[in-house]
């Protein structure tokens, strides 16, 4: 029943921004994590930001931080990612997933997730 449908990705070129959301529905869990992956082709699936639902704690990963802010999810809100001065290295496709036991800081490895979106592509050109 748990549905997580990403938005938001698309061509944009180098140093544009782009805004994804996760819309999720069908649970009601106390305590979660949403995080936000990507996976270029050849590459692994990388986590790339997550926050959680309490008190709104947030991680990135290093290529990330100072480009990319997640928000929402306390309150139950929507979560989306605003991504700025993307560069081609950010081409992948983008999921959202969910953490359904995370109570206390959120993780940015693949293995705590529950659910997953089927994702969005972005592609960043030069």
């Known amino acids: 029943q748990v549905q997580l449908v990403e938005s938001g990705g698309g061509l944009v070129q180098p140093g544009g921004s782009l805004r994804l959301s996760c819309a999720a529905s069908?649970?009601?869990?106390?305590?979660?994590?949403v995080a936000w992956f990507r996976q270029a082709p050849g590459k692994e699936r990388e986590g790339v930001a997550c926050?959680?639902?309490?008190?709104?704690?947030?991680d990135y990963a290093d290529f990330a931080k100072g480009r990319f802010t997640i928000s929402g999810a306390v309150g139950g809100a929507p979560v989306t990612l605003d991504m700025n001065n993307l560069e081609p290295e950010d081409t992948a496709v983008y999921f959202c997933?969910?953490?359904?036991?995370?109570?206390?800081?959120?993780?940015?490895?693949?293995?705590?997730?529950?659910?997953w979106g089927q994702g969005t592509q972005v592609a960043v050109s030069s």
């Open positions: 926050i959680t639902n309490n008190i709104g704690y947030t």
């Open positions: 997933a969910i953490d359904r036991f995370q109570e206390g800081r959120c993780k940015l490895s693949r293995d705590p997730y529950d659910y």
């Open positions: 069908g649970f009601t869990f106390r305590y979660y994590a």
